[in-house]
């Protein structure tokens, strides 16, 4: 116990003198946080358009005037060259085209098949996806509007119909922020984390003074608790500020225990830091070890579920996440702060965690060489 | 000097990695309180064999106690009567000067109280208690290296090793480094220490000399100069080392 | 020259003999590409769906055929409560409820209308949004479907079509966006971390003093990086057109062009960034850390620039990678010329010319 003790005095030391390290350790993954959690959104806003109307009816008007009104469009042009229009496109000046052809009115009132024709800038598919989206839906209104309409007209018909309506529970102003925030969290930590132990040991064999320790009778488990502790002490300190600008500046309500998510930050970090310090055992530069890190922390990250839903991925996909810990603690995270889960609810993720964490915690132990 | 008292006894030690031997059946006996010099030439395999003494690397095969202890079986236990100094300068540059001391001296288990109290004594021995407080990085190669040998014997060790201790610093700091060698040696410690100076073979009491991972002699420097009918140790020196057929 | 000849080769040496990096130097972006490809996608696909059926007769299960037979969701849990739901929602087992009217089969077919409530867990707004709206496609053809031969009405329908990706691939945009944080991420880390590893080690001073001028160390320093990064351009691009089928309509000369000058943005960045850090650990740090995210994040990569805040599009405008990308997908996807990326090439060329000069001042005032 005596032995940890001076090896953590020698470690904070080490870690509170470098002047130049401080502020990358504490400062910027706070500024990333607070910056970021405002990039990673998929929220609608300003789409361009352009409107080729060739028909100029009542109907191709009111669709229009629709678009005019949603705050998520913003008519760039009104023009009757496609040409014109597909030139725009071409230069990214706008982000969709609507065209209606002459006759287009008279179809509708009709009731023949009538067609609106948008073209999509899809260079960027994501936001393509979502203009083409939110286009259909203003048209679909228009649809229905139509409907109604219709229905008065050829009244008692037996039409039959199955409505929906819909709420969103957890999130009802659909914020992207509450989503994005844990998470971008849990990725400050992790990275934060993993190099940091994934240098530390290896660092001290690049300066030599990791012979001076391993010719000396410490125990390997005394050595690894010494390194992994102030990770811990780093972990929770940067949990804690991005838990406290979440409550206080962001105002995302935390629902669930605090004192849980610690529980779980505790048990994770024992992982990713296990992970850090194995790498570290196993590499000879510093530079072999960030790589190493770097190469596991994108894939861990790519596949946690942090910007894209993790049961959209094939079976195996899924079944390699089983070893993915980001994905566990991005996972439990959420649903601490975001639903409120308590204990029981995020049992199961947290036992395979443990699992994991024992395992690498473990691993480096067993691969910490005293001798060559 | 006691020559009943072995403190480190070797018996056919090889180190091999893959195809090339580094230590070629290396047999020796070390005793209580000497300077014990090894001498060669870069590659010659003095540092892989002090390594194995320490517990810092396996050996392929061979019988080797060290104080007492079998380095196979017994390394941890050994680790606690052995001091050692690196070819790498070892402190932490960014700790300093108590905090190196109190550090490697609280994982040997010392406590608080010990360790301030010698490190006093210790300071004041070097004249640095100015510098006490002084981060390790500012201070010149000299100043670092005694330091570094009197924390490498800060825990009494019965045995310490030092590995070329005095690479790169200027004669009077060598000679200086001398006396804090002898002195440890007054005090019972045994002394094992690499070196390719050859002056700073006269002052070991016995040397041996490795060329090619072998021992080619080991004797008291005059016994040595004696055999080879030389004047000095360098000329023993290169008298063997032609034997080499190591070429740089 | 045959000095510097020498040095090169010293270089190339020191990172080719280091098999694990170079293993993960080369495989990473095969294993991005792959990922990508292959397992992360924004689409939904067997989302965890939850059923509270008050009404159980063939209607409601003919509907919930049909939703789980579109691909999109799956049927994982059955309830017969409404107090049920909120516990499986916390429980993390179902993104979504759907809970059918008492009666469902009566008010559907006396009329005027049926009703089913789709409750999400919204938590994750963006997938919130897209099971509604496949919700509401599917029960609208339904809809359809059973009113087949009574007239209803006549829609408008909306033909869509797709500008420069027809099937809005997502690994269109994985292509570039992966060349970009990739090229970005080694080149300016790799010279990073070996310059200031020289500085830690000591062995800048020697090279300093050695009759080979500083710009030849530099040049030596990152000669290898160039190549090796060229070649991981080379793997991206051939991989994602013979594997995913990204095309490269516009001149792939001028792709490689634009694709060095890009290299060597990042690679001057890794220089400025090993001058003002005085050990590996801070370059590291700085080039993997305070790069990666932003690289991600705000070059317009996975989330769409437009949508975010004013002022982050603003500070994205420094982000080297926002630029590059724009350009190759012009180049790429739309097979433009020249003449439509030569702005955003002139920043490139600024941002590099403007971190070199930066360096070059930052290293005399140290030799001062």
């Not at chain 1, 678009?67 to 000046?93: G, M, R, V």
């Not at chain 2, 000095?232 to 290169?238: A, G, K, P, S």
């Not at chain 3, 059926?53 to 939703?67: F, V």
Request: proline share 3%; with cysteine.
């Amino acid at each position: 116990m005596r032995t940890i003790k001076y090896i953590l005095q020698k470690e904070f030391l080490q870690i509170f003198r470098n002047k130049s390290m401080l502020p990358i350790i504490f400062a910027m993954p706070i500024i990333q946080l607070c910056v970021l959690v405002f990039a990673a959104t998929f929220e609608m806003k300003n789409t361009n358009l352009y409107i080729v109307d060739q028909d100029l009816s009542s109907h191709s008007r009111q669709i229009i005037s629709k678009f005019e009104a949603s705050p998520f469009f913003t008519i760039k042009h009104t023009d009757f060259s496609i040409k014109h229009a597909e030139d725009e496109l071409f230069k990214d000046n706008v982000d969709a085209i609507l065209h209606f052809e002459n006759g287009f009115g008279n179809a509708v009132d009709k009731k023949e098949a009538a067609s609106v024709q948008v073209l999509v800038n899809a260079i960027d598919a994501s936001a393509a996806g979502l203009y083409n989206a939110y286009i259909l839906s203003v048209i679909q209104d228009y649809n229905q509007k139509l409907e109604s309409s219709i229905q008065t007209t050829i009244k008692k018909q037996a039409v039959q119909q199955v409505q929906n309506t819909y709420s969103h529970l957890f999130n009802p102003e659909m914020k992207y922020i509450p989503y994005m925030l844990p998470g971008i969290l849990v990725l400050l930590i992790t990275v934060i984390g993993l190099f940091l132990s994934a240098m530390n040991v290896v660092r001290e064999k690049e300066i030599g003074t990791i012979e001076q320790i391993n010719v000396t009778p410490i125990k390997k488990y005394q050595f690894l608790i010494g390194k992994l502790i102030p990770f811990i002490f780093i972990g929770f300190f940067e949990l804690g500020i991005g838990l406290i600008l979440a409550a206080f500046v962001f105002k995302i309500p935390i629902l669930g225990s605090v004192w849980l998510i610690y529980l779980v930050a505790f048990i994770y970090l024992l992982t990713i830091l296990g992970i850090g310090l194995f790498i570290s055992t196993q590499t000879d530069t510093q530079q072999q070890a960030m790589f190493i890190a770097w190469f596991f922390m994108i894939i861990f990250i790519l596949m946690s579920g942090l910007f894209t839903p993790t049961e959209s991925m094939p079976e195996w996909g899924q079944k390699m996440n089983l070893l993915n810990p980001v994905a566990y603690f991005i996972k439990i995270i959420r649903m601490i702060m975001l639903k409120g889960s308590g204990f029981m609810d995020i049992l199961k993720d947290l036992t395979i965690l443990s699992l994991y964490s024992i395992a690498m915690l473990s691993f480096a132990t067993n691969r910490y060489k005293k001798t060559n | 000097m006691n020559t009943d008292k072995k403190v480190i006894s070797v018996r056919n030690l090889y180190k091999r990695f893959g195809s090339f031997t580094a230590n070629d059946d290396l047999s020796f006996d070390v005793y209580k309180g000497e300077i014990f010099g090894f001498l060669g030439a870069n590659g010659a395999g003095k540092t892989t064999a002090m390594k194995i003494l320490c517990g810092l690397s396996y050996p392929t095969s061979g019988e080797i106690m060290v104080a007492g202890l079998d380095v196979y079986k017994q390394r941890e236990e050994l680790k606690k009567n052995i001091g050692y100094m690196s070819q790498k300068f070892s402190l932490y540059e960014d700790l300093t000067v108590f905090e190196n001391i109190r550090f490697y001296a609280g994982i040997y288990g010392m406590s608080s109280k010990e360790i301030k109290t010698k490190a006093d004594e210790l300071l004041q021995k070097l004249g640095l208690v100015h510098a006490r407080n002084k981060r390790i990085g500012e201070l010149p190669l000299g100043w670092k290296q005694k330091l570094a040998f009197s924390v490498a014997i800060f825990h009494n060790p019965g045995i310490v090793f030092l590995d070329e201790p005095t690479g790169g610093v200027d004669p009077v700091t060598r000679r200086q480094f001398w006396d804090l060698i002898y002195e440890a040696s007054r005090a019972g410690i045994t002394v094992f220490v690499t070196t390719h100076y050859m002056d700073e073979a006269e002052y070991c009491d016995r040397i041996s000399i490795m060329v090619d991972g072998r021992i080619e002699a080991l004797d008291t420097p005059e016994a040595l100069k004696k055999h080879f009918k030389a004047k000095d140790m360098d000329e023993v020196f290169l008298q063997l080392a032609r034997k080499s057929n190591y070429q740089e | 020259m045959k000095r510097f000849i020498g040095f090169l080769k010293k270089e190339f040496y020191h990172i080719f003999r280091d098999k694990r990096s170079m293993l993960i130097l080369f495989g990473m972006p095969v294993v991005q590409l792959l990922l990508f490809g292959f397992v992360i996608t924004n689409e939904l696909k067997d989302v965890k769906m939850a059923v509270l059926d008050h009404s159980k007769d063939e209607y409601t299960s003919e509907i919930i055929n049909k939703i789980v037979s579109s691909g999109y969701f799956k049927l994982v849990e059955n309830l017969d409560n409404i107090s049920q739901v909120d516990e499986t929602f916390r429980k993390g087992k179902t993104k979504l409820v759907l809970v059918f009217e008492p009666d469902f089969r009566k008010k559907l077919v006396k009329g005027p209308h049926a009703s089913v409530q789709i409750l999400t867990d919204a938590s994750d707004p963006n997938i919130a949004n897209m099971e509604v709206s496949y919700l509401q496609g599917i029960l609208q053809n339904y809809n359809v479907e059973i009113n087949r031969g009574k007239q209803v009405t006549n829609q408008i329908i909306p033909k869509t079509r797709m500008y420069f990706n027809s099937k809005l691939e997502s690994v269109y945009m994985f292509v570039p966006g992966i060349m970009a944080t990739i090229l970005m991420l080694v080149s300016a880390m790799m010279t990073s971390i070996s310059i200031a590893r020289e500085k830690e080690m000591g062995t800048m001073e020697i090279l300093l003093v050695s009759p080979l001028r500083p710009l030849q160390i530099i040049l030596g320093k990152v000669t290898p990086y160039l190549i090796l990064s060229f070649i991981n351009t080379l793997v991206i691009i051939g991989m994602g057109y013979f594997v995913f089928g990204v095309p490269v309509l516009g001149s792939f000369v001028l792709l490689m062009a634009e694709s060095v000058l890009f290299i060597l943005l990042a690679l001057s960045l890794g220089i400025f960034i090993s001058t003002i850090s005085n050990s590996q650990q801070v370059a590291m740090m700085l080039s993997m850390f305070a790069l990666m995210l932003p690289t991600i994040l705000l070059s317009g990569f996975i989330f769409p620039l437009r949508n975010m805040p004013l002022p982050l599009q603003i500070f994205s405008n420094i982000i080297p990678p926002r630029w590059f990308i724009i350009i190759i997908k012009n180049i790429m996807l739309k097979g433009t010329g020249f003449e439509f990326i030569w702005k955003e090439t002139l920043i490139l060329i600024g941002m590099t010319a403007g971190l070199i000069g930066l360096s070059v001042r930052k290293f005399k005032i140290r030799l001062e």
